[in-house]
């Protein structure tokens, strides 16, 4: 599943390919979205701007209309001149923009939806979403206290689980998970009511700082809107790039001990961490 990172680069390509042109075709199997085109049509619009929020892309046309996406697992954003040949097959095609001569398509994507400004701010998807890591509203403290909240009601909920909750911090996916409580040499599988503030204040600063280096310019260049070589030990070597994540066996770039990794959460994520460097404290 695409994280934050990858879904703000997909916003940004899309908003320098199609941001201020007039859209000259609009195509979709989805028949929810196509009914609104057949009462509404979305050719002869303007792309207003293409932005994101957590996980989700929106895209903002003329007329107060407003796409809303969302990748899972599967999902993805591709920029094509018009008329050029797609890399991937056209059965897996759900949204074609065409803008002239440059066409954004939407392959595999699990969730799509328009949106007015009014019903937008009444869906649970946007309303109940916590701050966005990559937002400029983003501010440690406040991210602090989220955590901190959550934990008071769910003192036995792990600080590994607690990071993919969209409802408190926004755009963190299980990559970043491992990533940042590494960093934060915090164990992924400790219980909230264990993790100090201060701790928490790690999590929340490594969080923006990770996050933020990911979508710097120039990453994530490509036909593939959110491709990037993300990375969080500072090296773009494909092979030093992550501290822990996918290294389950493999000795820590940190102290040398054995990096472990063990599923976690209703949707048995992989988590991996250093036994050394993230003690478990109970």
Not at 153 to 156: E, G, L, T
Not at 190 to 193: A, L, V
Not at 244 to 247: E, G, I, Q
């Given at each position: 599943m695409p994280e934050g990172d990858s879904i703000f680069r997909t916003a940004r390509a899309l908003n320098r390919a199609l941001g201020g042109r007039i859209v000259t075709g609009f195509e979709t199997t989805l028949a929810k979205l196509a009914s609104v085109d057949d009462q509404s049509p979305v050719t002869d619009r303007t792309?207003?701007?293409v932005e994101a929020r957590g996980k989700w892309c929106l895209i903002f046309f003329s007329g107060d209309l407003i796409l809303l996406t969302h990748m899972r697992m599967s999902g993805s954003w591709h920029l094509y001149k018009t008329g050029e040949r797609w890399q991937t097959p056209r059965s897996e095609m759900r949204v074609v923009i065409?803008?002239?001569e440059v066409q954004a398509v939407g392959f595999s994507i699990p969730v799509a939806e328009f949106h007015t400004a009014r019903s937008l701010e009444r869906s649970a998807h946007m309303s109940e979403l916590g701050m966005d890591v990559l937002g400029t509203a983003y501010r440690v403290y406040e991210a602090v206290h989220a955590l901190r909240d959550y934990g008071r009601?769910?003192?036995?909920a792990e600080i590994g689980n607690a990071l993919l909750n969209q409802h408190l911090i926004a755009g963190i996916g299980n990559i970043f998970k491992s990533e940042i409580a590494f960093a934060a040499q915090v164990n992924p599988f400790?219980?909230?009511?264990t993790v100090t503030n201060r701790e928490l204040g790690r999590i929340a600063e490594i969080a923006c700082h990770y996050m933020r280096a990911n979508v710097a310019e120039g990453n994530g260049k490509g036909i593939m809107t959110f491709t990037g070589a993300l990375s969080t030990t500072g090296t773009m070597d494909r092979r030093a790039r992550l501290w822990?994540?996918?290294?389950q066996g493999?000795?820590?770039r940190r102290c040398?001990?054995?990096i472990e990794m063990r599923r976690q959460g209703t949707g048995a994520?992989?988590?991996y961490w250093c036994p050394s460097c993230q003690p478990y404290i109970g």
């Open positions: 792309v207003e701007r065409t803008c002239g009601a769910h003192p036995d400790r219980r909230m009511q822990v994540y996918r290294r493999q000795e820590c040398g001990a054995i994520r992989s988590t």
